[in-house]
DNA sequence: CGCTCTGTTAAA
DNA sequence: TTTAACAGAGC
């Protein structure tokens, strides 16, 4: 029978299910203390040169984050009559919904506009946009740069508990080589909780996630783990149940 | 793993 | 009110 499996984030008050391990690990970075996370987050190159003091847990996101140094904006509008264009794809993303909602002129790559023959009309009046120079003063200016974390809402303020790391610590200790199964019928759903077929046997895998201590060896080091106690019953959980 | 996408926030 | 910058999840 095919399987699906979902990851579960068992840190208290999170619950989080993913469809993919590495998913879930990347995840759970967020619950790690702010000390921990300081360690795993990659640092902006341009922080000698600016003072830049930017930092982030996903690569990606600095390579995005990149581009207010470089002044590159390879996210180009595909309309057109637009020659809009942002260092942040999520910004093109925006602005295409809020000046180009359901336009049939948006092309790949924005063709239309290399066309022979192509008019230039003025699009909406976007009022662009910082220049990098800008940015980059704002970037390494004197004033200290803004805490986000220091804003966090409640919940985020309860995912940053300290318990959290604990947690980790602990799955890392219940790793195992092989899977753990146990199996268990239910036969009844959980209040709260749709179960929509009552009788079905769900499979649980109590391997802990395994990216989460190969991608923080550091954090899983003998003194590190010497005051924590076990609690490997309350491993992170596969879910695996029949499709 | 890396690109993409969404939602939030501060600041203009 | 709008947008740049961002965190974090989706794929």
Known sequence: MPEATIHICVVENCGMGFSRRGDLARHQATHLSEADKEQLKHRCPFAETTGCQYATLQKGNMN???????GAKPYTCSHATCDFAAGDPSQLNKHKRRWHPDDSTIVPGGAAKQRPGFREKAPAPLKLKKTASDVLQRTTSSTAP???TARA???LQMMLDPEAELFLLESAD???PSPRRARFGVSDGPEGMDVTEP???????????????AAFPHLYSPSRRSNI???ASQSPM???FPL
């Open 64 to 70: 995005i984050h990149v581009n207010i140094h470089t």
């Open 199 to 213: 009788d079905s046997e769900l499979e649980v895998d109590l391997r802990p996630p395994s990216p989460t201590a």
């Open 153 to 155: 809402s409640p919940a």
């Open 238 to 240: 596969d879910l695996v």
């Open 229 to 231: 106690s076990s609690r």
């Open 174 to 176: 219940a790793m195992s």
């Open 146 to 148: 803004r805490d986000r």
